[in-house]
T-cell receptor
Framework: GENVEQHPSTLSVQEGDSAVIKCTYS??????FPWYKQELGKRPQLIID?????GEKKDQRIAVTLNKTAKHFSLHITETQPEDSAVYFC???????????FGKGTRLSVIA | GAGVSQSPSNKVTEKGKDVELRCDPI?????LYWYRQSLGQGLEFLIY????????KSGLPSDRFSAERTGGSVSTLTIQRTQQEDSAVYLC??????????????FGPGTRLLVL
């Protein structure tokens, strides 16, 4: 089955700097890669996703890149703000509505 | 509209007791998922319902865990003879009918279970 590895487990950046979180996956049939943000005590919220027919997707300060050959994808947050502090999870799955396989999460701290 | 809701929000129980956790998905969503999140860990898949199909139970950690979904809507996750290692946040998610693409999963607030 699918296995998703996520790095780093913790990340501290100065406000205004960029943050990058990387994930690798094992199942070459996976074609959907969402990223969720989870604030302390809250539910995971989808912030961006990418499908395998594109290599990059951007939404304001957030971007995701996908390299299908290498089986890895990354989340990029630019101009970080204190409210970006949270745990971020990557995930992967095959087509349809099958369950997501999650990475173990990255705790991002943005220092003002 | 209303999002995914779960109840109770918190549950404290004694080892050996049974517990029931409830999930109300977004109205009209055909897929429903249960995940477990242990302290400081990622989300672990438990069970998945899609419409009227047989559920995918491949993630259930033991036969003490079971789930049902009545009328294609509300779901109940039951843990029998709870153990301390069952302590975790149990998250439910739902997604709409597949339309040829990838459907977003929307999460509920979770039930925080503590087994003493």
């Amino acid at each position: 089955g699918e296995n998703v590895e996520q790095h780093p487990s913790t990340l501290s950046v100065q406000e205004g700097d960029s943050a990058v979180i990387k994930c690798t996956y094992s199942d070459s049939a996976s074609n959907y890669f969402p990223w969720y943000k989870q604030e302390l005590g809250k539910r995971p919220q989808l912030i961006i996703d990418i499908r395998s027919n594109v290599g990059e997707k951007k939404d304001q300060r957030i971007a995701v890149t996908l390299n299908k050959t290498a089986k890895h994808f990354s989340l990029h947050i630019t101009e970080t703000q204190p409210e970006d502090s949270a745990v971020y999870f990557c995930a992967a799955r095959r087509s349809g509505n099958t369950p997501l396989v999650f990475g173990k999460g990255t705790r991002l701290s943005v220092i003002a | 509209g209303a999002g995914v809701s779960q109840s109770p929000s918190n549950k404290v129980t004694e080892k050996g007791k049974d517990v029931e956790l409830r999930c109300d998905p977004i109205s009209g969503h055909t897929a429903l998922y249960w995940y477990r999140q242990s302290l400081g860990q990622g989300l672990e898949f438990l069970i998945y319902f899609q419409g009227n199909s047989a559920p995918d139970k491949s993630g259930l950690p033991s036969d003490r865990f079971s789930a049902e979904r009545t009328g294609g809507s509300v779901s109940t996750l039951t843990i029998q003879r709870t153990q301390q290692e069952d302590s975790a946040v149990y998250l439910c998610a739902s997604s709409p009918r597949p339309s040829g693409g990838q459907e977003t999963q929307y999460f509920g607030p979770g039930t925080r279970l503590l087994v003493l």
